[in-house]
T-cell receptor, first 111, second 115 residues
Framework: GQSLEQPSEVTAVEGAIVQINCTYQ??????LSWYQQHDGGAPTFLSY????GLEETGRFSSFLSRSDSYGYLLLQELQMKDSASYFC????????????FGTGTRLTVIP | DADVTQTPRNRITKTGKRIMLECSQT?????MYWYRQDPGLGLRLIYY???????NKGEISDGYSVSRQAQAKFSLSLESAIPNQTALYFC??????????????FGPGTRLLVL
């Protein structure tokens, strides 16, 4: 089976940097994705790591260490609109290379 | 127009009733998925479909059935709704081989309340 752990809540100040960690245990592993979900909205794709290292997309970066079964999402220059839930999801070699989602981290950005 | 649409957006029903949630997409994707989201439990996969003739059970398929009427349409049915099926339901799509990321694109969700 699959299990993922991420903090349930994080609070950070506008303009600051915040890191959301994700550790996973899976039977097989293709990669780690991150999705953002605003209250009342749909999850939207942020980033994907298949190999070790850092992927940067604007203010957001994502890191993966396959040997440590660990990844994180880094958000820089936080804005109020970044307040949302963030889900890590592992892509595993099941029939459809399905995604298994973590339980989400609720990020609150305060002034 | 939205690429992935879901109807209805909100639904209240009673225990034992049969209901259908519908999903349509204009993205031309071959793969479609149904998830449910419960507070504190994240997203869990109910069913997925590679194409019209391929339907597969996900993590939590008991009590649900699906129909892939066309490449663009994927419906989720609750044959006899029960209160613990109260949840937020999302449809998603992806394209196989189109991207190494296999990004999934989600619809706006259907909020279902079973009394």
């Amino acid at each position: 089976g699959q299990s993922l752990e991420q903090p349930s809540e994080v609070t950070a100040v506008e303009g600051a940097i915040v890191q959301i960690n994700c550790t996973y245990q899976t039977s097989g592993f293709y990669g780690l994705s991150w999705y953002q979900q605003h209250d009342g909205g749909a999850p939207t794709f942020l980033s994907y790591n298949a190999l070790d290292g850092l992927e940067e997309t604007g203010r957001f970066s994502s890191f993966l260490s396959r040997s440590d079964s660990y990844g994180y999402l880094l958000l820089q220059e936080l804005q109020m609109k970044d307040s949302a839930s963030y889900f890590c999801a592992v892509r595993v070699p099941t029939g459809a290379n399905n995604l298994f989602f973590g339980t989400g981290t609720r990020l609150t950005v305060i002034p | 127009d939205a690429d992935v649409t879901q109807t209805p957006r909100n639904r209240i029903t009673k225990t034992g009733k049969r209901i259908m949630l519908e999903c349509s997409q204009t993205k031309g994707h071959d793969r479609m998925y149904w998830y449910r989201q419960d507070p504190g439990l994240g997203l869990r996969l109910i069913y997925y479909s590679f194409d019209v003739k391929d339907i597969n059970k996900g993590e939590i398929s008991d009590g649900y059935s699906v129909s892939r009427q066309a490449q663009a349409k994927f419906s989720l049915s609750l044959e006899s709704a029960i209160p613990n099926q109260t949840a937020l339901y999302f449809c998603a799509t992806s394209v196989h081989g189109g991207s190494p990321k296999e990004t999934q694109y989600f619809g706006p969700g259907t909020r279902l309340l079973v009394l």
